[in-house]
């Protein structure tokens, strides 16, 4: 059992940066792949970034260049890097952590967080 807690969530106007937090509590939490997933309002829950237990990264097309995903296995904590936000990233944000599967499909993922809101401004 993993339990994520997600926090750094806020206000931003847009070109601004913000770093979400994921503290998940589990023995040996770094034996889970991890992702980032937002979902806006009237929208459904699409993948931002995922992050391998060895380390390899994907991202959406939306947030390339953008976004950096990492995570520190010796303080089980998993971030999101976010620069250059637009306000079409505003959304609720949500962690999850999977024992086997890995990628930005939310249903292969076990494991939810109960968000962070990010509102970004024009």
């Known amino acids: 059992q993993v339990q994520l807690v997600e926090s750094g969530g806020g206000s931003v106007e847009a070109g601004g940066s913000l770093r979400l937090s994921c503290a998940a509590s589990?023995?040996?939490?770094?034996?889970?792949?991890m992702a980032w997933f937002r979902q806006a309002p009237g929208k459904e829950r699409e993948g931002v970034a995922s992050i391998t237990i060895i380390g390899g990264t994907r991202y959406a097309d939306s947030v390339k260049g953008r976004f950096t995903i990492s995570k520190d296995n010796a303080k089980n904590t998993l971030y999101l890097q976010m620069n250059s936000l637009k306000p079409e990233d505003t959304a609720m944000y949500y962690c999850?952590?999977?024992?086997?599967?890995?990628?930005?499909?939310?249903?292969?993922?076990?494991?939810w967080g109960q968000g962070t809101q990010v509102t970004v401004s024009s």
């Open positions: 999850a952590a999977a024992r086997a599967a890995e990628g930005l499909n939310p249903r292969v993922y076990d494991y």
């Open positions: 589990a023995y040996r939490a770094s034996l889970y792949n």
